[in-house]
């Protein structure tokens, strides 16, 4: 009696420890979810048994059968096809992981099997699926190359970025098509985190102009950066402050370049560069970072004195009309986050309603911002303060300048983002 009742509670097993072959097909014969389900789990199951069970009408069963490791490979075939998502996932998570064992003359049907399901997993229809196969097979040389650059193409930044970062059979030529190839926003990032970036494959990271990918590529010190390639980094990163300390902290930084940087990151940032003792500063970079430090502590002790609390909101009206309204000025608000001095500042300068200009502020699109700077006589270098202090704008969508100072659309096309905002040239 004690025996049946153990059989109805939950958890406990109904199979015993060591499993006969009669056994284990009479739980087939018998309609018992309960022991179907405990013996798709059972390591020690038949092989034909667990490949019976992969066609069993529960997905709770065909779960266990996917997940299971003593589960034949051909099985495999009948799994990839489950309707149930949770099959697909179980089976992506383990296949990848048979594959170096499956190695070698005697396991190349086998092989051959489990490359075709891992084929078929990497196009499912479920990104979830996807993932999963990208995170198993990313530090792996046992897969073919083509499944490797098939996720590393996914239109999913989650399936696509394990790959890009750490799928050792992607070569840099592989790397530069994939650049190349006008992938979306996201896409670059991992491939500038790789344990190893050559020089051409910075360069083209580099033209991307993806800022959040510029910092991970300055971040990463096994990234090979050439010199000219960092100048040309160094002359865009004033008004990126996402590039200041990864610039500060790059191995081998030139003299030439703590100089320049010296013009524009903050005092703590310049304090690191003068206690680096692998940069072996000269006595005349060592005098401008003590005399930038200095500099640097009174400005960001003094801003504007005619921002200050009580007249930054109504000030912009009365320096207009006195024509001491100036792009330092306006350029000085931005920094100090006056969003309604920039704003009014801004529509007067341009000659359009306050309002007009209010909408493109908020509208977090580089372009416009860029588009309506511009309009208001302001120089590139403010347009970019404004994008990111006032605008808000995300890190991938800044507008950048043409060589470091230079406004990167034309007369026409700034006058045809202002459109849609009711602004007229």
Not at 93 to 112: H, S, W
Not at 157 to 172: G, I
Request: a negative charge; one cysteine or more; aromatic letters at 2%.
């Amino acid at each position: 009696m004690l025996k049946n009742l153990l059989k109805k509670i939950p958890g406990v097993k109904r199979l015993p420890g060591d499993l006969s072959y009669e056994e284990a097909r009479e739980v087939l014969e018998r309609n018992d979810l309960a022991a179907r389900n405990e013996l798709a789990g059972r390591e020690d199951a038949r092989p034909e048994m667990l490949y019976h069970l992969a066609s069993d009408e529960s997905p709770k069963v065909r779960r266990k059968v996917a997940a299971n490791p003593s589960t034949p490979i051909q099985a495999g075939t009948i799994l990839v096809s489950d309707e149930d998502d949770e099959v697909r996932c179980e089976l992506a998570r383990k296949i990848g992981r048979l594959l170096p064992d499956l190695q070698g003359e005697a396991q190349e049907k086998i092989c051959e099997t489990a490359i075709a399901i891992l084929d078929r997993l990497a196009s499912d229809q479920l990104p979830r699926v996807r993932e999963i196969v990208a995170e198993e097979i990313k530090h792996s040389t046992d897969v073919p190359k083509s499944i490797a650059l098939k996720l590393a193409r996914d239109v999913e930044a989650a399936v696509r970025a394990p790959v890009l970062q750490y799928s050792p059979l992607l070569s840099d030529d592989d790397l530069l098509e994939i650049l190349a190839s006008g992938i979306v926003d996201g896409a670059i990032t991992p491939i500038a985190q790789r344990a190893a970036v050559s020089e051409p494959v910075a360069d083209a990271v580099v033209a991307s102009l993806d800022i959040s990918a510029i910092a991970a590529l300055l971040a990463n010190k096994n990234a090979q950066i050439r010199e000219e390639t960092l100048d040309s980094i160094i002359a865009q990163a004033e008004d990126i402050h996402d590039w200041h300390q990864p610039i500060v902290m790059r191995p081998e930084l030139s003299l030439r370049a703590v100089r320049r940087v010296a013009g524009f990151v903050a005092s703590a940032l310049l304090n690191t560069l003068l206690e680096r003792d692998d940069l072996k500063l000269d006595d005349r970079t060592t005098s401008l970072l003590k005399r930038r430090i200095q500099d640097k502590i009174k400005e960001e002790k003094d801003l504007t004195p005619e921002l200050d609390a009580d007249n930054a909101t109504s000030n912009a009206r009365a320096l207009f009309d006195d024509g001491k309204l100036d792009e330092a000025t306006v350029s000085a608000a931005a920094s100090a986050h006056r969003r309604e001095f920039v704003t009014e500042a801004i529509a007067l300068l341009a000659g359009i309603p306050e309002l007009a200009a209010k909408r493109v502020l908020e509208s977090r699109s580089g372009k416009a911002i860029t588009a309506l700077s511009w309009k208001a006589g302001l120089s590139m270098r403010s347009a970019l303060t404004i994008q990111r202090e006032i605008g808000q704008v995300p890190s991938n969508d800044i507008c950048l300048a043409r060589n470091g100072v230079d406004f990167p659309m034309d007369e026409e096309e700034m006058n045809w983002h202002l459109q849609f905002f009711n602004i007229t040239a």
